[in-house]
């Protein structure tokens, strides 16, 4: 009898060993693991490119009206450019536009310049932040010039400046900058000279600063 006993008592302890060692089995399962499941990908920038803008510049600026004849303006631009993005998912930009620009000369001469421009650059932003909107901007390009009223104001009466034998209405120009852009508002510098040709005045030289808008 104690051996029956002694059996079935070693059978009840074996069973339940066994039932102990599956659910832990169960319970240590092992999760496959691989470098690629650590590795997370990292947030892509969020940046809002707005594709117009408004700004206001001045320009101290001087013209070459004869062989050895300066005048110098006080120039102030007010205009429009069109952000167009050739690179997807990359800061590249064609930037084509147009601006009206005032002038009237400083010193001893006395004249009134009204100027139509049609500029296009080339732009590359380099954000400062993945998450702010802040960026430094350098650009260069060409600019198309119209002047539409040049007038001579030292005489008793104007005169006009671009008679047949004065000054030629159209020029092309280069323009390089550099600009800085705080969310939609903007601020920089420029130079803009026109192409030499000496058989054309007024030959234009022309710094600038200016602020935008961006919508």
């Not at 240590?28 to 206001?56: F, G, R």
């Not at 600026?61 to 062989?67: A, E, F, L, M, Q």
């Not at 993945?130 to 600019?143: M, N, T, V």
Request: glycine residues 6%; contains cysteine; neutral net charge.
């Amino acid at each position: 009898m104690r051996t029956v006993s002694k059996t079935l008592a070693l059978l009840v302890l074996s069973c339940l060993s066994l039932n102990v060692q599956a659910q832990f089995d169960d319970s240590y399962e092992v999760e496959e693991w691989s470098l690629d499941a650590e590795e997370e990908e990292a947030p892509k920038p969020q940046h809002k490119e707005y594709k117009n803008a408004v700004y206001l510049q001045y320009s101290p600026s001087r013209y070459k009206v004869g062989d050895e004849s300066l005048m110098r303006f006080n120039e102030f631009v007010l205009g429009y450019n069109r952000l167009i993005q050739v690179v997807e998912e990359k800061p590249y930009f064609v930037e084509a536009g147009a601006n009206m620009k005032f002038s009237w000369a400083r010193g001893a001469d006395k004249a009134f310049v009204l100027t139509f421009r049609v500029p296009v650059n080339v732009l590359y932003k380099i954000y400062l932040s993945r998450e702010k909107d802040y960026a430094i901007a350098p650009f260069a390009g060409a600019s198309v010039r119209l002047i539409a009223a040049a007038r001579d104001l030292s005489g008793e009466s104007s005169t006009n400046l671009c008679g047949e034998d004065g000054w030629g209405r159209f020029q092309v120009a280069w323009q390089a900058g550099l600009r800085f852009y705080l969310n939609r508002c903007y601020m920089g510098v420029s130079y803009s000279r026109d192409f030499r040709d000496n058989s054309k005045f007024p030959g234009v030289r022309e710094c600038g600063v200016h602020v935008g808008y961006c919508f």
